[in-house]
């Protein structure tokens, strides 16, 4: 699932190509669903500009200058994709023969907006994204958006705060970490990066934490995004940047999906775990 680092990537891409400019088109397939509109009801979106581009946690948001946001949560497998596309009934492919678009992983677009002779397009191999179209003044009314923990990008992100947040809780930090209304953003990626950079493993209960571990996943988790987003995110399956190219950070993880690999720091074996329903990884020498 795309995390805050592939958000952010995301954004930063599309800015600059689509900020006020027109919606001249709009396209989906019979399956896509989009919640609180109908499908002819999204033609009012029809040649109105994109006013704005931001995150929430996971959430990227288009502010329309109709007073409309319209929301998009990537899940598992989606991904936005932004080129001059040849459309041939229902395949989208770049005309440039080469074009990282072109990667199989990028051929199931499900939604797409116009802008001059270029699309902003959702592939999404699963069906799972979510889009949503909203009245911008309701916004704050929609969950888990208005649920949403700590931006640890953003100004709000304050030693107290962040502990506060953790201390009400008494759960395993990596449950706590994956949690949007604690922490927004992190996800099974970088919250295991964090730990291990951290030194704490995914197991122990926040209580049992001391003010150093504390203070150590304070200082991780920004520096880690941060990397993240300089290498434009990271790709394992599903999902590639704007461009169609994939993210480099995979270079650069210690841990996520290593398992039975050498450690980097010690040389033993890198171990996993199930937490929630979730696979967390980690080193049993370098994590206490």
Same mark, same amino acid.
């Given at each position: 699932?795309?995390?805050?680092?592939?958000?952010?990537?995301? *954004?930063?891409?599309?800015? @600059?190509?689509?900020?006020?400019?027109?919606?001249?088109?709009?396209?989906?397939?019979?399956?896509?669903?989009?919640?609180?509109? &109908?499908?002819?009801?999204?033609?009012?979106?029809?040649?109105?500009?994109?006013?704005?581009?931001?995150?929430?946690?996971? /959430?990227?948001?288009?502010?329309?200058?109709?007073?409309?946001?319209?929301?998009?949560? #990537?899940?598992?497998?989606?991904?936005?994709?932004?080129?001059?596309?040849?459309?041939?009934?229902?395949?989208?492919?770049?005309?440039?023969?080469?074009?990282?678009?072109?990667?199989?992983?990028?051929?199931?677009?499900?939604?797409?907006?116009?802008?001059?002779?270029?699309?902003?397009?959702?592939?999404?191999?699963?069906?799972?994204?979510?889009?949503?179209?909203?009245?911008?003044?309701?916004?704050?009314? *929609?969950?888990? +958006?208005? #649920?949403?923990?700590?931006?640890?990008?953003?100004?709000?992100?304050?030693?107290?705060?962040?502990?506060?947040?953790?201390?009400?809780?008494? *759960?395993?930090?990596?449950?706590?970490?994956?949690?949007?209304?604690?922490?927004?953003?992190?996800?099974?990626?970088?919250?295991?990066?964090?730990?291990?950079?951290?030194?704490?493993? @995914?197991?122990?209960?926040?209580?049992?934490?001391?003010?150093?571990?504390?203070?150590?996943?304070?200082?991780?988790?920004?520096?880690?995004?941060?990397?993240?987003?300089?290498?434009?995110?990271?790709?394992?399956? &599903? /999902?590639?940047?704007?461009?169609?190219?994939?993210?480099?950070? +995979?270079?650069?993880?210690?841990?996520? #999906?290593?398992?039975?690999?050498?450690?980097?720091?010690?040389?033993?074996?890198?171990?996993?775990?199930?937490?929630?329903?979730?696979?967390?990884?980690?080193?049993?020498?370098?994590?206490?």
């Amino acid at each position: 699932m795309p995390e805050l680092p592939e958000v952010i990537t995301t *954004i930063n891409y599309i800015y @600059p190509y689509i900020i006020n400019k027109k919606i001249k088109d709009i396209w989906f397939d019979k399956k896509t669903k989009i919640e609180n509109l &109908t499908n002819k009801s999204i033609s009012q979106l029809k040649n109105k500009c994109i006013t704005d581009i931001y995150n929430i946690g996971k /959430y990227i948001l288009f502010n329309i200058d109709n007073d409309l946001t319209l929301i998009i949560h #990537q899940k598992l497998s989606g991904h936005l994709l932004f080129s001059k596309f040849k459309i041939d009934q229902t395949t989208w492919k770049s005309p440039e023969t080469n074009s990282p678009i072109n990667d199989p992983n990028n051929r199931f677009i499900r939604f797409a907006l116009k802008f001059n002779n270029q699309w902003l397009a959702l592939s999404d191999s699963r069906r799972l994204a979510r889009i949503t179209l909203t009245n911008t003044k309701n916004l704050q009314k *929609i969950k888990p +958006i208005n #649920q949403m923990g700590i931006n640890p990008l953003s100004n709000n992100w304050k030693y107290d705060l962040f502990k506060q947040k953790l201390k009400t809780h008494s *759960i395993e930090i990596k449950k706590a970490l994956l949690s949007q209304n604690i922490i927004s953003g992190l996800g099974n990626i970088y919250s295991d990066e964090v730990l291990f950079k951290s030194k704490i493993k @995914p197991t122990r209960k926040i209580p049992t934490l001391s003010e150093k571990e504390l203070k150590q996943l304070f200082k991780y988790i920004p520096l880690i995004l941060t990397e993240a987003i300089k290498n434009k995110g990271t790709t394992f399956n &599903t /999902y590639r940047n704007p461009d169609g190219n994939s993210g480099k950070f +995979i270079n650069y993880l210690n841990v996520y #999906q290593r398992k039975n690999k050498n450690c980097k720091i010690c040389n033993n074996k890198i171990e996993s775990i199930k937490i929630n329903g979730r696979t967390s990884y980690f080193c049993n020498h370098c994590q206490k």
